[in-house]
Nanobody, 115 residues
Framework: QVRLVESGGGLVQAGGSLRLSCAAS????????MSWYRQAPGKQREMVAD???????NYADSVKGRFTIPRDNAKNTVALQMNSLKSEDTAVYYC?????????WGQGTQVTVSS
């Protein structure tokens, strides 16, 4: 079973930066497409950013130009670098990985942006 463990959430002021990290187990990671999703209170979970195994990225319009999703296949990690944070970025952030029929979610990490 694939295990994803997130870290790096917390409280930050609007305009600040925060970096989330997701560590994956085993050989799954290097071939998987990795994503970050978020879910704000009372809202549906939404995709924030994803990156394929060969480094192609995709971002939600709401975070383009502010967030990046670097991955390190040697360390089996994917990060979410969040800059110029806004109060509307407040949510629980989840790491998600998929490879064929395999997929896995992390446990989530809270990000709170104070205005």
């Amino acid at each position: 079973q694939v295990r994803l463990v997130e870290s790096g959430g917390g409280l930050v002021q609007a305009g600040g930066s925060l970096r989330l990290s997701c560590a994956a187990s085993g050989s799954f990671f290097s071939s998987a497409t990795m994503s970050w999703y978020r879910q704000a209170p009372g809202k549906q979970r939404e995709m924030v950013a994803d990156i394929t195994s060969d480094g192609r990225t995709n971002y939600a319009d709401s975070v383009k130009g502010r967030f990046t999703i670097p991955r390190d296949n040697a360390k089996n990690t994917v990060a979410l670098q969040m800059n110029s944070l806004k109060s509307e970025d407040t949510a629980v952030y989840y790491c998600y990985g998929r490879l064929g029929i395999l997929s896995s979610w992390g446990q989530g990490t809270q990000v709170t942006v104070s205005s």
